[in-house]
Every structure is written in structure tokens, then in C-alpha cells.
């Protein structure tokens, strides 16, 4: 069959229309700029007008663009600024937990060389020192208060010897072994100590409760002559502790006593000394020997 008259094969009417109205207005685009050029060298205060014109008609266009650019860009630089401050804050917070790890390694190197201090001193001072060392080990879920002290038979320690620490007395000393010995702590029950108050010297007993504490007892019958805050020290009675070494401090009052804490913590004491008995009878050897035919 043959084709029919004008037609035209490949080419539609919408391409058609599209290349012609194309063509139109690339001829008006010309005939534009042709006038707006002769404009402007024939009568440049017209063309003025006409540029004036044109930049108010494009100046709201411009400026949404201008709008939408500024916000896109502020939008990302706005989350890159979020993800640096959120690196930033979590670099601030390690820089600030190891700054706290520092600080707390630093303390306690401080209060052990403290301790070390104040131990060092108390041996210089102390005339019938036997041996110095650690308190490595101490006994707080028994109802029995036991402490491990770092020297024995082989550093001169033997059974009896009392124990005490720069802020007070510790101890004494119950088993010996070669390079360690067991400290009985003052806050056992079976640990008696005759002792006096600091303020006006009375007589009073001290005996461990068993639970970290220290029981009070007047030697008189009568008025409870504690108060809080009181320092009770050794007497001397008795001839193993030396008179004067701080004991503990009342903590609380009792209906004829007081409850008192030690001075001298194990949990925080790390260095102790052990001394000759005030007297070397009282010692528990001396004794035997002295009851031996």
C-alpha cells in the first residue's frame, strides 16, 4: 500500500510543533537582544530603565536561590558541626575520666607516702623499736580482729611485742613466723587494754567488741566520766604497752561507758612498727622463764 500524499515518515506532529516553536524562540531571543543592544547605544538612559526593570523583576528569584543556598549549605555545615562537637565532647570526657584515674593514683601515692613518713618518724622517736613494716592483711567478716604485719622472728619480732602505727596503737603481736606475724588489733574481744583518759588522766579499761569498735570502761564506779570526741591513751599499767600511745576516740556514749574507734584503722593503715614491751617482763617468754625452777 502506498503511503499517503505529505506525509512525512519518522517525524511526528508533536516534533514538529516542538521544533518550530524552538525556532520561534530562538528568532525572538535574537530580535531581543538586537533591540535591547541598539537600545542601548541609541539611548542609554532608556536601556538604564529597562536593566533596572529587569533586575527588580529577577531580584526576588535571586534571592530565594540565594535563600535556599545558604540554608542547604548550613544545614550540612550545621551537622558536620554536630558530629565535631560530639567527637570533641566525648574526647573531653576520656581526657576527664583519665584525669580523675591520675588524680586518685596520685592521692593515695600521697597518703601511703604520708603513712610512710609518719611511720619513719615514729621509729627515729622511738628508742626500743624492734622492726618496721606493712600491715598487708587484716581480718573485718571474723568477730575475731587478727592483722598481718610484714616482719617476724627474722627481723627481732616476738610474741608479745605491742604493735602501733604514726596515729596510734595497733595491736600486739600473738604468732611469729620467719619473714611475717599475726597482729591481736585492739578492737578484739579479747584484747584488754588498760588505759586513761587524755582529758584528766581517770583510769579506764579498754576491751575490743568484735566489730571494729572499742568498749570503754571507767575502774570507778559512779558518774560515766566520757564525753564525745574524748582520747583515751595507754597507762602503762601492766608493763607491755608504753603509757601515752593514743588508743581510740569516743564515738558514742554508754550507760556507765562509751564505744570509741581506734585511731589507728587497719583498712587505712599501711605502715606500723613493732616495739619493745615497757617493760621486758610482761612479755609472754620473760614470764615462763621467770616461773621455770
Known amino acids: 500500500m502506498a ?25 525572538a531571543g535574537l530580535l531581543i537582544g538586537l533591540a535591547l543592544l541598539t537600545l542601548s547605544l541609541i539611548a542609554p538612559s532608556a536601556y538604564a530603565g529597562v536593566r533596572g ?3 527588580d523583576a529577577t531580584a526576588p528569584v535571586t534571592g530565594a536561590l540565594r535563600e535556599a543556598s545558604t540554608t542547604v549549605t548550613g544545614l550540612f555545615s550545621g551537622a558536620a558541626d554536630y558530629w565535631d562537637a560530639a567527637r570533641q565532647n566525648a574526647e573531653l570526657r576520656a581526657d576527664r575520666a583519665r584525669m580523675q584515674r591520675q588524680l586518685i593514683e596520685a592521692r593515695a601515692v600521697l597518703n601511703e607516702n604520708r603513712q610512710l613518713k609518719a611511720a619513719l618518724q615514729l621509729r627515729e622517736r622511738s628508742r626500743e623499736a624492734v622492726a ?5 592483711g587484716s581480718s573485718f567478716e571474723s568477730h575475731r580482729r587478727f592483722a598481718v604485719f610484714s616482719a617476724g622472728a627474722g627481723d627481732g619480732v616476738r610474741s608479745g611485742m605491742p604493735v602501733r602505727a604514726a596515729d596510734g596503737l595497733v595491736g ?8 611475717a606475724s599475726r597482729v591481736l588489733l585492739i578492737s578484739d574481744r579479747s584484747n584488754i587494754v588498760p588505759a ?4 584528766g588522766g581517770q583510769a579506764v579499761i579498754s576491751t575490743g567488741r568484735g566489730d571494729g569498735t572499742i568498749d570503754l570502761r571507767p575502774l ?3 558518774r ?4 564525745r570526741g574524748d582520747i583515751v591513751v595507754t597507762s602503762g599499767t601492766g608493763g607491755l604497752y608504753p603509757p601515752g600511745v593514743p588508743i581510740a576516740r569516743v564515738v558514742r556514749l554508754d550507760d556507765d561507758g562509751a564505744i570509741a574507734l581506734p585511731l589507728a584503722d587497719p583498712a587505712d593503715v599501711s605502715f606500723a612498727i613493732v616495739e619493745q614491751p615497757y617493760e621486758e617482763a610482761a612479755l609472754p617468754e620473760a614470764a615462763e622463764e621467770a616461773e621455770a625452777p
Open 3 to 27: 503511503p499517503a500524499t505529505g506525509s512525512r515518515p519518522g517525524w511526528s506532529r508533536r516534533a514538529q510543533y516542538g521544533l518550530f516553536f524552538s525556532f520561534l524562540a530562538t528568532i
Open 53 to 55: 526593570a529587569a533586575l
Open 132 to 136: 618496721s613494716g606493712r600491715i598487708v
Open 172 to 179: 600486739r603481736v600473738t604468732d611469729v613466723g620467719s619473714t
Open 196 to 199: 586513761r583518759l587524755l582529758r
Open 220 to 222: 570507778e564506779v559512779g
Open 224 to 227: 560515766n566520766p566520757f564525753k
